[in-house]
């Protein structure tokens, strides 16, 4: 079950992946229609953006949750088993960052798991201690963020070039259209990927410097 903080995370994340849709739509309708782009008027293309921006949200939210948070990490990580970077925190990610102390981080918390399941629910118990802490809250949020818009943009890789040749555009307009959504998709995964390794390593770190007793928020 998602935790409050994290649907707190993702409802303040909705503007953001709005105008990715948005700018997405803008690039489908100047490849695939060129000629009306460039004869409508400005104010009526701003009456346009203003109703897209209505409407995106709920249609970015719908499909959003369309896709199980295991086959976003999936898109972002490209491995079919243990996706998750909470998977690898103390046997990749923590030995990795200067910031985090492994010594001091058993001595606060106990043994550490080296399996991947047990790594990552071990992991979910000290991040529920610290969800609030502004390091992690942020770092949260710019992994989920970047998650969505990897699993939002890679559809479009395949999906825009068919409908551009349904549509009649030219082969040349289709492969330089998937291969601009190609890159879109391949940039959020990688910000992703940084940013989930950020989030893991941001909750250890904290830890590592203070034993935290409290018990996470229901």
């Given amino acids: 079950m998602r935790s409050r903080t994290q649907r707190s995370l993702k409802a303040g994340n909705m503007t953001w992946l709005a105008s990715l849709a948005l700018l997405d739509i803008a690039m489908l309708l100047v490849f695939a229609f ?47 088993k243990n996706v998750l970077p909470g998977h690898e925190a103390f046997t990749r990610y923590g030995p990795a960052d200067p910031r985090v102390d492994m010594a001091a981080l058993r001595k606060n918390v106990g043994a550490l798991p080296s399996e991947p399941a047990g790594q990552n629910a071990f992991w979910y118990k000290l991040y529920r201690r610290v969800e609030s802490e502004t390091p992690v809250a942020g770092a949260h949020k710019m992994y989920l963020l970047w998650r969505d818009a990897a699993a939002l943009s ?54 590592s410097t203070k034993r935290i007793t409290t018990p996470p928020k229901a």
């Fill in 154 to 207: 890679l559809p479009l890789v395949i999906a825009l070039p068919l409908l551009l040749r349904w549509n009649g555009a030219s082969t040349n307009a289709a492969w330089i259209a998937g291969a601009i959504f190609a890159v879109q998709y391949f940039l959020t995964a990688i910000a992703a990927r940084h940013s989930g390794t950020r989030f893991v390593c941001n909750v250890l770190a904290i830890h």
């Fill in 34 to 80: 060129p000629s009306v782009i460039g004869a409508t008027s400005l104010t009526l293309l701003m009456g346009m953006r203003a109703a897209l921006m209505m409407v995106l949200p709920i249609a970015v939210l719908l499909l959003s949750g369309l896709v199980p948070h295991n086959v976003k990490a999936m898109l972002v990580y490209w491995k079919l």
